[in-house]
């Protein structure tokens, strides 16, 4: 099997090691401290859930090949975590957080491999610059943040392959591979991308290409299969969703399309760019000594082919496609390597003047970030304009558990995030939504009631005013036993003025036969 030599990663001397700042003596420790401190800020926030959190709150009820339109790994995690905590803020938190940190754990060693210690810590910690990752992804992601960490993670597996070509590595790289198609599908882009680079560059053209390929192709294989089957059933429902998400306008839309991408491009990467520029300035301008030693020389051209491809691949799917809507999600997993490739590519800006500047830059975003969301329901509320997170969950449940029900009967709601925060609340019931997409209102209840009598259970049939499909009600009361109406809760909103207009929800509790 074919082998490359092994370089020594640049050392710093002793002094300058021992002036690193303490977040970079100890990324790990302070990496886990990050990622408590917003767990604990999500707990304290509010016990409402967003779109996404309600989304796999429902789903992991239950395991499955996969879910609605989306691959099946996220919701395995959360279902895995839920069996220990609980469905639960907590649980929900705990994934989605212990995901962002891996996305830096992964890319810091990727980095670290490539890399002296500050620099890696900058390529892997400006990464928080990205606004998709470093904002929303606090706040309303799943698989996203699924496949981003294990973006990053398939980037160190490779790195990891060319230092050492051994069976295990290779098995990692198809590791990476199985779970990145089962955390979400545009991670298919990410690896035909690198794929193409990876084989236009000599040195890991032959790593590829040697013996060991079949053990990535086998894992990956074996992983994907059940899921690829379940996919082969669903095609069509898949493909149509995805295809409404883009956009696609045949008629025309190449400008708009173009110009979206430009944007959304922009939007991804342009603050990372301007701090780094502002931190760094002239130095950006000069290149390496001709004599400066690189541990990975077919780095460099690898990451320019891999994000060239990745702008082809885009610019093709508005010329050739006619796609119109990109999002910053999107981007998100394919250019969070944008910061790694800038100092691998500059790699005498570890010992620039405006490290300094730089580092302030990382934690400065960071804190904001955090800041920013600490802030973001009582901004909602002060605006009039309370979002999910100002719904009083709690003091629903417990109005309702007032009203008779027994917590373990079912939940039928008219949203998914209410159907999803009841969940957390009532543990022992299953909670569904009927909201009209999957089903027609009128079936959807009926089923559950059905399902119900069967179990010899009750139920709950509930909605909220702000979140209510036309004639909903209407529909719902169809199927309903005679002699069952609606009653109205009005609760006071979290985090709004005094004198807010109150949440107002309506419910129907029918108790178990006796």
Same mark, same amino acid.
């Given at each position: 099997?074919?082998?490359?030599?092994?370089?020594?990663?640049?050392?710093?001397?002793?002094?300058?090691?021992?002036?690193?700042?303490?977040?970079?003596?100890?990324?790990?420790?302070?990496?886990?401290?990050?990622?408590?401190?917003?767990?604990?800020?999500?707990?304290?926030?509010?016990?409402?859930?967003?779109w996404?959190?309600?989304e796999?709150?429902?789903?992991?009820?239950?395991?499955?090949?996969?879910?609605?339109?989306?691959?099946?790994?996220?919701?395995?995690?959360?279902?895995?975590?839920?069996?220990?905590?609980?469905?639960?803020?907590?649980?929900?938190?705990v994934?989605?957080?212990?995901?962002?940190?891996?996305?830096?754990?992964?890319?810091?060693?990727?980095?670290?491999?490539?890399?002296?210690?500050?620099a890696?810590?900058?390529?892997?910690?400006?990464?928080?610059?990205?606004?998709?990752?470093?904002?929303?992804?606090?706040?309303?992601?799943?698989?996203?943040?699924?496949?981003?960490?294990?973006?990053?993670?398939?980037?160190?597996?490779?790195?990891?392959?060319?230092?050492?070509?051994?069976?295990?590595?290779?098995?990692?790289?198809?590791l990476?591979?199985?779970l990145?198609?089962?955390?979400?599908?545009?991670?298919?882009?990410?690896?035909a991308?690198? *794929?193409?680079?990876?084989?236009?560059?000599?040195?890991?053209?032959?790593?590829?290409?040697?013996?060991?390929?079949?053990?990535?192709?086998?894992?990956?294989?074996?992983?994907?299969?059940?899921?690829?089957?379940?996919?082969?059933?669903?095609?069509?429902?898949?493909?149509?969703?995805?295809?409404?998400?883009?956009?696609? &306008?045949?008629?025309?839309?190449?400008?708009?399309?173009?110009?979206?991408?430009?944007?959304?491009?922009?939007?991804?990467?342009?603050l990372?760019?301007?701090?780094?520029?502002?931190?760094?300035? *002239?130095?950006?301008?000069?290149?390496?000594?001709?004599?400066?030693?690189?541990?990975?020389?077919?780095?460099?051209?690898?990451?320019?082919?891999y994000?060239?491809?990745?702008?082809?691949?885009?610019? *093709?799917?508005?010329?050739?496609?006619?796609?119109?809507?990109?999002?910053?999600?999107?981007?998100?997993?394919?250019?969070?390597?944008?910061?790694?490739?800038?100092?691998?590519?500059?790699?005498?800006?570890?010992?620039?003047?405006?490290?300094?500047?730089?580092?302030?830059?990382?934690?400065?975003?960071?804190?904001?970030?955090?800041?920013?969301?600490?802030?973001?329901?009582?901004?909602?509320?002060?605006?009039?304009?309370?979002?999910?997170?100002?719904?009083?969950?709690?003091?629903?449940?417990?109005?309702?558990?007032?009203?008779?029900?027994?917590?373990?009967?079912?939940?039928?709601?008219?949203?998914?995030?209410?159907?999803?925060?009841?969940r957390?609340?009532?543990?022992?019931?299953?909670?569904?939504?009927?909201?009209?997409?999957?089903?027609?209102?009128?079936?959807?209840?009926?089923?559950?009631?059905?399902?119900?009598?069967?179990?010899?259970?009750?139920?709950?049939?509930?909605?909220?005013?702000?979140?209510?499909?036309?004639?909903?009600?209407?529909?719902?009361?169809?199927?309903?036993?005679?002699?069952?109406?609606?009653?109205?809760?009005?609760?006071?909103?979290?985090?709004?003025?005094?004198?807010?207009?109150?949440?107002?929800?309506?419910y129907?509790w029918?108790?178990?036969? &006796?």
């Amino acid at each position: 099997m074919s082998s490359l030599p092994s370089a020594s990663l640049p050392q710093l001397p002793a002094a300058a090691a021992g002036a690193l700042p303490a977040v970079m003596r100890r990324p790990l420790l302070w990496l886990l401290a990050w990622a408590a401190a917003h767990v604990a800020l999500r707990l304290t926030l509010s016990s409402a859930l967003r779109w996404d959190e309600a989304e796999q709150t429902l789903w992991s009820q239950h395991l499955a090949w996969g879910y609605g339109t989306q691959p099946p790994l996220y919701t395995w995690l959360q279902w895995g975590l839920n069996a220990v905590l609980g469905p639960s803020v907590l649980s929900l938190a705990v994934l989605k957080h212990a995901l962002l940190a891996l996305t830096y754990l992964f890319m810091g060693l990727a980095a670290r491999a490539l890399l002296p210690p500050r620099a890696a810590w900058w390529a892997a910690a400006s990464m928080v610059m990205l606004p998709a990752l470093g904002w929303s992804s606090l706040h309303d992601q799943t698989h996203t943040v699924l496949v981003t960490a294990v973006t990053a993670g398939t980037w160190w597996a490779l790195i990891r392959l060319m230092q050492s070509p051994r069976p295990a590595r290779y098995a990692l790289l198809g590791l990476m591979a199985a779970l990145g198609m089962l955390s979400k599908y545009n991670f298919a882009l990410f690896a035909a991308a690198l *794929g193409l680079a990876a084989l236009s560059v000599p040195a890991t053209r032959a790593v590829l290409l040697a013996r060991g390929l079949w053990i990535t192709a086998a894992v990956a294989l074996v992983l994907v299969l059940p899921h690829a089957l379940w996919l082969f059933d669903h095609l069509q429902a898949t493909a149509v969703a995805i295809t409404d998400k883009l956009e696609v &306008r045949p008629a025309g839309g190449r400008i708009d399309g173009l110009g979206e991408l430009l944007v959304t491009l922009l939007s991804t990467l342009l603050l990372w760019t301007l701090l780094a520029a502002w931190a760094f300035r *002239g130095a950006w301008l000069r290149r390496p000594p001709a004599d400066a030693a690189s541990p990975a020389p077919w780095m460099k051209p690898l990451l320019a082919r891999y994000l060239a491809a990745v702008l082809a691949a885009f610019v *093709g799917m508005v010329l050739v496609g006619h796609v119109t809507e990109f999002k910053e999600h999107w981007l998100q997993p394919l250019f969070c390597v944008w910061p790694l490739a800038a100092f691998v590519w500059r790699p005498q800006l570890e010992s620039a003047p405006g490290g300094r500047r730089f580092t302030g830059a990382v934690l400065g975003v960071a804190l904001l970030f955090f800041v920013a969301t600490a802030a973001y329901p009582w901004v909602a509320g002060w605006r009039g304009r309370p979002g999910e997170l100002n719904q009083p969950i709690v003091a629903l449940a417990e109005q309702l558990r007032a009203a008779g029900y027994d917590g373990r009967s079912p939940v039928i709601a008219a949203d998914h995030m209410l159907a999803g925060a009841l969940r957390t609340r009532f543990a022992a019931a299953p909670a569904i939504d009927c909201d009209g997409d999957a089903l027609p209102v009128a079936a959807c209840v009926a089923r559950q009631l059905a399902a119900a009598r069967a179990a010899g259970l009750g139920w709950l049939l509930i909605a909220r005013d702000d979140r209510l499909p036309t004639d909903w009600w209407a529909d719902a009361q169809a199927v309903l036993p005679a002699g069952h109406e609606p009653q109205l809760l009005e609760l006071p909103r979290r985090a709004v003025p005094a004198g807010s207009a109150p949440a107002s929800y309506r419910y129907i509790w029918s108790p178990p036969p &006796r």
